[in-house]
Structure formats: structure tokens, C-alpha cells
């Protein structure tokens, strides 16, 4: 089993920045790929961005590409999600997810509460 704490979220405005947090405990970290999707009201979630178990790759979706980075620190059990340049289309519950890689939300098996960001214009 897998625990995810994600924390960072809150209010900000158009054109800031946040940084979100993923904390995992219970299975060696450094073998998890991890991601993080986004589930706005009204709306499907949907997938934001990936990261394999060594930092080296990473993806995003178009969306996000060039104002989100996504990095994680294998000694902290930590994945970062660097989000600039937010817009109110932003403005969603985001989710960090662990083991799994890509867009489909299936292939993840392990998911946290998620964590509110808004993003006013």
C-alpha cells in the first residue's frame, strides 16, 4: 500500500504562482512513477503530469506545458508540482496518483485526497 498527502493548494491570482506537494509513505518511493491530474466542477479529471521513478522524464498535458514542472526528491519521498503563469481555467482539485505513468488514470493504482487550488481572474 501507498499513502499520498498532497498539500500547497490555495488562492491565487491570475498570472501567480503555486507549488504543490506530494508526500508518499509505505512502499520504497524511488520505485513509484508518479503523477498529478485535475478535476475541475462540472468536469472529468484529467491528467496534468508524470514523472518516471528516476526524475529523468517527464510529461505534460498541452495545457500545462511550459508553466508547470514537475520534479520529485527520492531522499524526501517528495514529487513537486511548480505551477507559473496560472490562469482561472487552472482553477480545479488536484490529485497526485503513484504508480503508474502516462494520461490514463486507470493505470495508477493509488491516489490522495487531493488538494484545492483556485485561481482568480
Known amino acids: 500500500q501507498v499513502q499520498l498527502v498532497e498539500s500547497g493548494g490555495g488562492l491565487v491570482q491570475a498570472g501567480g504562482s503555486l507549488r504543490l506537494f506530494c508526500v508518499a509513505s509505505g512502499r520504497t518511493f524511488s520505485s513509484l512513477a508518479m503523477g498529478w491530474f485535475r478535476q475541475a466542477p462540472g468536469k472529468d479529471r484529467e491528467?496534468?503530469?508524470?514523472?518516471?521513478?528516476t526524475g529523468s522524464k517527464s510529461y505534460y498535458a498541452d495545457s500545462v506545458k511550459g508553466r508547470f514542472t514537475l520534479s520529485r526528491d527520492n531522499a524526501k519521498n517528495t514529487v513537486y508540482l511548480q505551477m507559473n503563469s496560472l490562469k482561472p481555467e487552472d482553477t480545479a482539485v488536484y490529485y497526485c496518483a503513484a504508480d503508474g505513468l502516462g494520461p490514463i488514470e486507470e493505470d495508477?493504482?493509488?491516489?490522495?485526497?487531493?488538494?484545492?487550488?483556485t485561481v482568480s481572474s
Open 47 to 53: 491528467f496534468v503530469a508524470a514523472i518516471d521513478w
Open 108 to 117: 495508477y493504482d493509488y491516489w490522495g485526497q487531493g488538494t484545492q487550488v
